[in-house]
């Protein structure tokens, strides 16, 4: 059973930089997409970065493109979101998912383990 668990979430001004975490157990994650939606009040759950376990390819949403990064440490089985520049925009709860097999794929329903989330905060 597939288990992740977020972290690094918190309250940060306009212009700061965040790092999220997503800890991942339960199997062996080499033939996975890795991915960060992000859920604000009020709106559907958005795609922002995914990156296939081997990281060989990421994808991001436009909105986020040169401003944060998507990357993964095998030997620790966890997946990073570095957010730079935040926006109040990014204000959101960020959840972790899992996709088996691989593939870089923005739909949430196609993914089909979660992480609790973690809530972002980015103050003006």
């Known amino acids: 059973q597939v288990q992740l668990v977020e972290s690094g979430g918190g309250l940060v001004q306009a212009g700061g930089s965040l790092r999220l975490s997503c800890a991942a157990s339960g199997r062996t994650f080499s033939s996975t997409t890795m991915a960060w939606f992000r859920q604000a009040p009020g709106k559907e759950r958005e795609f922002v970065a995914a990156?296939?376990?081997?990281?060989?390819?990421?994808a991001y949403a436009d909105s986020v493109k040169g401003r944060f990064t998507i990357s993964g440490d095998n030997a620790k089985n966890t997946v990073y979101l570095q957010m730079n520049s935040l926006k109040p925009e990014d204000t959101a709860v960020y959840y972790c998912?899992?996709?088996?097999?691989?593939?870089?794929?923005?739909?949430?329903?196609?993914?089909?383990?979660w992480g609790q989330g973690t809530q972002v905060t980015v103050s003006s």
């Open positions: 990156i296939n376990w081997s990281g060989e390819s990421t």
């Open positions: 998912a899992c996709k088996i097999p691989v593939g870089l794929v923005v739909v949430p329903g196609s993914y089909g383990y």
